[in-house]
């Protein structure tokens, strides 16, 4: 009779649990749905985070990522999907990754995850980011590489924003790889290099008059070419 009374017990507390699961979930789900169409990011980040402690999915995680590194809440971002480079991550997961790692000023780490993206959808927008980051890691043959297949590929559409100014500004792609490219070249050679690359921004700047970085890197140069009266 006693074994009776427990597995009633027992199957009585397990059918509360789900149907307290199951109401948790809804209500989490309605509050989630709420807190999007209120533009809320906080409440779409503690919804999402509680329906991941009810119902674990590795999409909803490399979702969540995907929202703390667009607020800039990148080590957040990080601790939600990890840094390694597994082979079972998601283009999402991948990205968050790279964009992360790029922002928290880690190019020899963010450069693989831009790899990665870059062998499954390879385009001119990410051969400027492994272009850059592998420039600044000095793989200068590498950042070469990238930006080369980067202006052979590159569409007239194609933008790129920079953020050196007050108010960020846009120029084409094609401009921001032939800055690049310009800027590459100056370090593989510092001396015989200078003027070549001179050239390159001067391209740069024809392209787009308002680039306002490609005209301080050409003024730096021309600067180092002028001799210093004593």
Do not use: W
Not at 160 to 167: A, D, G, L, N, S
Not at 175 to 186: C, M, V
Not at 213 to 230: F, G, M, N, R
């Amino acid at each position: 009779m006693k074994k009776i009374l427990c597995l009633v017990v027992i199957m009585t507390s397990m059918s509360l649990t789900a149907q307290t699961k199951s109401e948790l979930l809804k209500h989490f789900e309605s509050y989630y749905k709420q807190m999007k169409e209120q533009g809320d990011i906080q409440g779409v980040i503690n919804a999402m985070t509680h329906l991941n402690v009810l119902q674990p999915s590795q999409q909803r995680l490399d979702t969540l990522a995907y929202i703390y590194v667009s607020e800039g809440r990148n080590i957040e971002a990080l601790n939600t999907v990890g840094i390694d480079n597994n082979a079972t991550d998601s283009a999402i997961s991948t990205e968050v990754k790279a964009l992360a790692l790029k922002a928290l000023n880690q190019p020899k780490r963010a450069v693989v995850f831009y790899e990665v993206l870059f062998q499954k959808e390879p385009n001119s927008y990410l051969a400027y980011e492994i272009a850059d980051l592998k420039t600044q890691i000095q793989d200068l043959a590498g950042a070469k590489a990238s930006v080369d297949y980067g202006l052979v590929n590159v569409k007239a559409d194609m933008k790129k924003v920079f953020y050196e100014t007050q108010q960020p500004y846009e120029v084409s792609m094609k401009g921001a790889l032939t800055y690049l490219k310009a800027i590459i070249l100056f370090n593989i050679n510092k001396v015989d290099n200078i003027d070549q690359a001179i050239g390159l921004l001067d391209e740069a700047i024809a392209i787009d008059a308002n680039f306002n970085l490609a005209q301080i890197s050409k003024d730096a140069l021309v600067a180092l070419k002028t001799p210093k009266k004593e």
